[in-house]
């Protein structure tokens, strides 16, 4: 299931042009509210286990949503074949779960990164994904990954990293969550700023965020 949740906004890019990160969001914020059509009134028969992505997240994070694709949970399966009716959500995930989820991951453009080699071995099928702004007001696409194999996440992660630049690509992966900032500069210092901003404070134990996700 999905949860768009909104704080106020981050500031945005200066100038006209079309960032990495403004770019990267849009996409992953389109894919993902697409493929969980229906997933406000699918929050009534799903019930979440273990930890969610926003425990990784920092509580500044200004535009936030999540994703559980776990295939073992029922309530996934069904919101994934009720989106299945919508045509195009059809033409764009496939016709299973994990091709929703390599889809995912081609539209947030990790280098050469492909999803059966580099990412389904250490993926444990949830995400959450924020605009954030770091100190210096620079926006970035943050993404917060469940991992199985945390040491494989950072092979993976660091070959992204070795094809885009850790200017543009920045990651830090610990005790089962991979933070990944994704940006036009400074995005490994970003990373390593969000894991911090994190320690002091996540979006999990922020009350506007418990009090929004409550009301679902």
Same mark, same amino acid.
């Not at 770019?23 to 406000?40: D, K, N, Q, R």
């Not at 936030?64 to 073992?72: A, F, V, W």
């Not at 994934?80 to 016709?95: C, D, I, M, Q, T």
């Given at each position: 299931a999905c949860y768009p949740y909104q704080q106020p906004a981050v500031p945005p890019p200066s100038g006209g042009r079309r960032t990495i990160a403004t /770019?990267?969001?849009?996409?992953?914020?389109?894919?993902?509210? #697409?493929?969980? #059509?229906?997933?406000?009134a699918a929050v009534k028969f799903w019930n979440t286990a273990g930890d969610e992505p926003e425990r990784a997240m920092p509580a500044s994070v200004g535009l936030?949503?999540?994703?559980?694709? $776990?295939?073992?949970l029922d309530q996934s399966v069904k919101l994934?074949?009720?989106?299945? @009716?919508?045509?195009?959500?059809?033409?764009?995930?496939?016709?299973s779960l994990g091709e929703l989820e390599a889809s995912l991951f081609k539209e947030l453009g990790l280098g050469d990164m492909t999803y059966d080699a580099d990412v389904k071995p250490w993926f444990d099928h949830k995400i959450g994904f924020g605009l954030w702004s770091s100190r210096q007001s620079t926006p970035y696409l943050l993404v917060t990954m469940a991992s199985?194999?945390?040491?494989? &996440?950072? /092979?993976?992660? !660091? @070959? &992204?990293?070795? @094809?885009? /630049? *850790?200017? !543009? #690509?920045?990651?830090?992966? $610990? !005790?089962?969550? *991979? /933070?990944? *900032?994704?940006?036009?500069?400074?995005a490994q210092d970003a990373a390593k700023e969000a894991v911090e901003a994190t320690a002091q404070g996540s979006l999990a134990d922020d009350g506007a965020f418990s009090r929004a996700l409550g009301k679902m």
């Open positions: /770019t990267s969001i849009a996409a992953a914020v389109a894919l993902v509210l #697409v493929a969980s #059509v229906g997933a406000w936030y949503g999540r994703l559980d694709l $776990d295939p073992s994934f074949n009720l989106a299945r @009716k919508f045509p195009s959500v059809e033409k764009e995930s496939g016709s199985s194999d945390d040491g494989a &996440a950072r /092979t993976a992660l !660091k @070959k &992204a990293q070795d @094809k885009q /630049t *850790a200017a !543009k #690509v920045g990651y830090s992966v $610990d !005790k089962g969550w *991979a /933070t990944i *900032a994704i940006g036009d500069k400074n």
